[in-house]
Each structure stands twice: as C-alpha cells, then as structure tokens.
C-alpha cells in the first residue's frame, strides 16, 4: 500500500485498512476493559480518599466512645456505599 502514491493507490485498500485498525483498536479495548474487571474483582477497588476520611473518624468516634461509657448522647452512623462507592450516612 505504501509504495503507491497517493493519487494511484485504490480508495478501497485505504478504506479498508483503515477500518482494520479500527476494529483492532477496539477489540483492544474491550479485552483491556474485560481484564480490568477481572482485576478489579479480585484485588478490590481502594476507597477514595474522602471514604478513607470517613472511616477513619467513624474510627475515631468509635474509640472514643468505647473510652467514655458515661456518654448518653451518641448518634449511630453507618456507612452504606452505593454502587459508585460513594458513601451516604444514615
């Protein structure tokens, strides 16, 4: 293909070459996306640092409260992530 210029090169070879990387590039994608849910499942996702944030203060609110018993007015968090893993309190 290369070795005919521009003008004498049929417009079908181009064509269809150039439609061959495509599918190529997205047969690539797929099988990338495919192995990085096969990752995913098995390493996990790590939390985003805002999670992190939260649970390490739901932590720390939790020692806190196992120290001092006489506190009455607790409120109970939980943390119930949703499918983004975005977390929401109840």
Do not use: H
């Amino acid at each position: 293909m290369w070795g005919l210029n521009r003008y004498d090169r049929p417009s079908w070879s181009t064509g269809f070459f150039i439609a061959c990387a495509c599918v190529i590039a997205a047969i690539g994608g797929v099988v990338s996306f495919k192995e990085g849910k096969k990752i995913k499942l098995v390493e996990g996702v790590n939390p985003s640092p805002a999670v992190m944030a939260e649970l390490e203060k739901m932590q720390r609110q939790k020692d806190g409260l196992e120290l001092s018993s006489t506190n009455s007015t607790t409120e109970r968090v939980s943390v119930n992530p949703d499918a983004k893993g975005n977390t929401t309190g109840v």
